[in-house]
Nanobody, 115 residues
Framework: QVQLVESGGGLVQPGGSLRLSCAAS????????MAWYRQAPGKQRELVAT???????SYADSVKGRFAISRGFAENTVYLQMNKLQPEDTAVYYC?????????WGQGTQVTVSS
């Protein structure tokens, strides 16, 4: 069973940058299409960015041009580079498969954008 561990969150000022990492265990991680999701307080979890096992990416309109998803197969890791962060990006960020069946959710990593 693949396990997911997110890291890299923190407190950043508006306009700043963060790089999130999602480390996955399990031998077939490289075959999965992966995604980053986020959940802000009082809101539903939303899809932020996706990357296929071949490297094709897609983004929610709200982050397009600011965020970049990538993956490192050798290290079984998915990354989310976040630039030009805005207060509305504040949320707990999670990674998971893009399509069902989803893997057990990790603990997420908190991103807070505030001056």
């Amino acid at each position: 069973q693949v396990q997911l561990v997110e890291s890299g969150g923190g407190l950043v000022q508006p306009g700043g940058s963060l790089r999130l990492s999602c480390a996955a265990s399990g031998p077939i991680f490289s075959m999965y299409d992966m995604a980053w999701y986020r959940q802000a307080p009082g809101k539903q979890r939303e899809l932020v960015a996706t990357i296929t096992h071949l490297g094709t990416t897609s983004y929610a309109d709200s982050v397009k041009g600011r965020f970049a998803i990538s993956r490192g197969f050798a290290e079984n890791t998915v990354y989310l580079q976040m630039n030009k962060l805005q207060p509305e990006d504040t949320a707990v960020y999670y990674c998971n498969r893009h399509l069902s069946p989803l893997l057990p959710w990790g603990q997420g990593t908190q991103v807070t954008v505030s001056s």
